[in-house]
């Protein structure tokens, strides 16, 4: 390989890996919990002995 | 080589070699296809289509991830040079796969609707300030692109046109796209995939591919540097060091490395740079008389630098000498395929 392209390919990882590791740190620390469903009304049937 | 065009070269080992890469491809997409499909949780029922788009996004990003291995690796252990040997097919195949899963994405999730699919693709989701909700999809085309480039121009009439250097550096490429690769799988399908499984392996597929850049890199610029005495001569070291049929590459200052051969009792010097992609000679062998690179296979005669007929490239040779064991190579490169008569090292003992 060309001394050009091995300098090239150095200085590539060198900026590409900090990046890719920053990408997925920050994908990972933002990944959304488990879906709820809240937009479903509070249970309306209770299991209350009827008096 | 550069005698006459063939569409596709298929020596029996490449197609042997590419057999095996099309079954492999074949049973990872059946085996993934029937293990999701008798997995899958309850309530939850995959179409073929969605079962398709799986298999084929894992697959490329897995062909992807190994083709980046491939070069490090082969600089640490030989058995990796097949794979060097056949990088081209794999890539070429990776972005077939590759295209099979966009095709799968655009017609499932943009197909149904009178918006172009392309409009939908980048418009349907505009939030690009978002981490968790960012459109994932556009990371994975611009991959495609860059994927679809390197798969077009990866034909030696090609790099024949543009030149090698031109070549390599828009092959330089692949990194680009795996970055993206990444970027896409992550902000996509590591968002709603829950299993660690799939982060542990995103995770371990990235970092190896970094390291293993990283660590050759390091390898590479490791090469001895030599300092010239007066009539130019750079010190290589003693013959003994050099493996028959092999090399030593050492780096003269200011200059192109040099890769000087121990084959049959004999030492030849040559530039350590192939005129077809830039592969290190040095990192070859001799075989049948002939100095081969192991990126793909080009040969030049010792004793010229000159590929054998009907090829016609040259590369620089370089005098050597060899006096009390210790093997010398003069620091001046003579214009490409002068014939220069190797060193008998039996002649140092006289």
Known sequence: MKRVHRSAHRMVWFLLAPAIAAVLWLAITNRPGPLVNDTLPPSIITDEAPN | ?350
Request: net charge neutral.
């Open chain 2, 1 to 350: 080589m550069s005698h006459g065009y063939k569409a596709v070269t298929w020596t029996p080992f490449k197609a042997r070699f590419d057999r095996w890469m099309l079954a492999g491809i074949g049973l990872y997409l059946v085996v993934f296809i029937v293990v999701a499909s008798a997995t899958q949780p309850p309530g939850e029922t995959f179409t073929p289509l969605q079962l398709g788009m799986r298999a084929t996004g894992t697959l490329a990003f897995l062909m992807l991830t190994f083709i980046l291995t491939i070069g490090p690796l082969a600089r640490m252990t030989s058995r990796f040079k097949p794979f060097l040997f056949n990088r081209r097919h794999l890539g070429v195949a990776t972005f077939t796969i590759a295209l099979i899963h966009a095709a799968l994405v655009l017609l499932w999730y943009h197909g149904f609707s009178d918006v172009n699919v392309f409009v939908s693709l980048f418009a349907s989701n505009p939030r690009y300030d978002s981490i968790a909700g960012f459109p994932f999809e556009s990371l994975g085309f611009v991959a495609l692109v860059i994927l679809a480039v390197m798969a077009t121009t990866s034909h030696d009439f090609w790099n024949a046109n543009l030149g090698p250097g031109l070549w390599k550096a828009l092959h330089m490429g692949v990194y680009l796209a795996y970055a993206a690769l990444i970027a896409h799988v992550a902000l996509g399908a590591l968002q709603s995939e829950r299993d660690p499984l799939y982060l542990a392996a995103v995770g371990i597929a990235a970092g190896a591919v970094v390291l293993l850049h990283l660590i050759s890199g390091f390898l590479a610029s490791g090469a001895p540097t030599a300092s010239a005495d007066d009539g130019n001569w750079l010190e290589v070291g003693p013959f003994s060091d050099i493996p028959d049929d092999r090399a030593r590459i050492i780096a003269p200052p200011g200059g192109e490395r040099i890769a000087v051969f121990r084959s049959g009792g004999k030492i030849a010097a040559v530039s350590n740079v192939c005129r077809h992609q830039g592969g290190p000679l040095g990192e070859g062998k001799v075989v049948d008389g002939c100095i081969t690179c192991p990126w793909h296979g080009f040969q030049y005669r010792m004793e010229d630098g000159q590929s054998p007929p009907p090829f016609t490239e040259k590369i620089a040779t370089f005098k050597t000498k060899v006096e009390k064991g210790v093997v010398y190579v003069n620091a001046e490169p003579n214009p490409p395929g002068t014939p220069e008569t190797p060193t008998d090292i039996e002649g140092s003992f006289a």
